[in-house]
């Protein structure tokens, strides 16, 4: 790129955070630093903040403000939404039910859960990435405690349809007799999506505020009221008991203000970036042979781009992209380092070598026309080039 620029189309690793995030923030680590549960005016300020920051995330998630837990971020908010709920719902039975394709914070919970004598199905998507509801209503029983399913899809961007499967969960609760809980990693979905707990008829979701620029390490857990639920981090007893820890009062500021900026921005964000997402994907599409579109074709997030290139492999594809100045991912940021294929593209029906192969671009607001069509270039000439190489 000229002039020593970048180009970012990682949006769903990390976001850079909005300026106007970083000023409210700033008074919080310097001024008013005192700890909340302070009795004398700065600790009550910074109390104040925590207040005004849970009523913004609870009108934005449509929820009482008694419901928002802050946590460090996504990861935590699905360890505490997992392995709270069935601690706290274990008279009811040990079953779980999730999918194939979740984030490794969800997966990893449920395999740690494996180990301690829960049963956890995982329900595999259809070759878009959608799960199909009524796999969840024939494997749903008496038993089961939780059902996990991500709102938007991390890797390939596919949206879930979690009020239906909202119903069928509520439908058979009142079978059993108990209520058979619901939560959804909504961390991919806050900047595009109408995330309201009622609509999506959840009981617990989680949020983490880098994706949608505001700071790291700090996220939000939504626990529907009078829903069984053990803390899994005991100490002081903030956040009525469930989430211990003296607050990060500079994040839960800084989060709630990215969340007030998103609520004006969201329309115009969404067209911007589906115009520039479809541009990318036709162009992909049309100017290099052998390629796969990962992901349902429009049951997708407006910002995900997530292609296979036949006989090549994602290392040296990121490598050269990095060399033109794009930062781009393949897979979910969490794995690159690891050299298993994705779970996301293999639960999908994708060969492990044609999974190697991937690349996700995933585009923000500030990206234009102009970097889409410079990234196309560049990826037609490095795809070819790539093919072009003798394999060893
Ligand atoms: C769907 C999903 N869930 C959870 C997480 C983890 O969030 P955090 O990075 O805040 O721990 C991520 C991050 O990539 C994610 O994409």
């Known amino acids: 790129m000229e002039n020593n620029q970048y180009i970012y189309m990682d949006h769903a690793a990390t976001t850079s955070v909005h300026p106007e995030v970083v000023e409210v923030m700033q008074p919080y680590f310097s001024e008013y630093y005192g700890n909340p549960s302070g009795l004398y005016s700065m600790a009550q300020e910074a109390r104040s903040s925590i207040d005004q920051s849970r009523k913004i995330v609870s009108n934005f998630l449509g929820c009482r403000p008694s419901e928002v837990i802050f946590t460090s971020g996504g990861t935590e908010s699905d360890n505490l939404a997992i392995k709270g709920s069935v601690f706290g719902n274990t008279f009811n039975g040990k079953h779980i039910l999730t999918t194939s394709i979740e984030h490794h914070a969800v997966l990893n919970s449920c395999y740690q859960l494996e180990q301690m004598g829960f049963e956890v199905e995982y329900v595999n998507p259809n070759s878009d990435g959608l799960i199909n509801p009524q796999d969840i209503a024939d494997r749903i ?8 399913i991500m709102l938007v899809n991390n890797e390939i961007g596919t949206i879930q349809p979690i009020s239906k499967i909202s119903e069928i969960i509520k439908q058979k609760s009142n079978e059993y007799g108990h209520d058979v809980i619901f939560h959804t990693d909504a961390v991919q979905a806050i900047e595009f999506e109408e995330v309201d707990v009622k609509k999506l008829g959840v009981d617990l979701l989680s949020i983490s505020a880098h994706k949608f620029g505001g700071p790291k390490g700090v996220g939000v857990l939504y626990v529907r009221r ?18 211990s820890g003296t607050e990060n009062v500079p994040g839960i500021v800084g989060l709630a203000k990215a969340i007030s900026l998103l609520d004006y921005r969201k329309q115009s964000s969404k067209k911007h970036c589906r115009f520039l997402r479809d ?6 599409s049309n100017k290099i042979p052998d390629t796969i579109l990962n992901g349902h074709p429009t049951i997708r997030v407006d910002n995900n781009v997530n292609f296979c290139f036949e006989g090549i492999e994602g290392e040296p594809l990121l490598v050269g992209l990095d060399f033109s ?12 380092g690891s050299l298993e294929p994705s779970h996301v593209l293999t639960s999908i029906g994708r060969s492990p070598q044609l999974a190697q192969s991937s690349l996700r671009l995933t585009i923000g607001h500030n ?3 102009k970097e889409v069509d410079f990234v196309l270039d560049k990826l037609v000439e490095l795809v070819s080039k790539l093919r072009s190489m003798p394999t060893l």
């Open 367 to 369: 990206n234009t026309e």
């Open 325 to 336: 100045g794009i930062f781009a991912s393949s897979g979910s940021a969490c794995s690159s």
């Open 226 to 243: 009078n829903i069984p639920f053990e803390a899994l981090q005991v100490g002081g007893g903030q956040e009525r008991e469930r989430r």
């Open 279 to 284: 541009r990318l994907i036709q162009g992909i």
């Open 141 to 148: 029983n008496e038993k089961t405690v939780l059902v996990t």
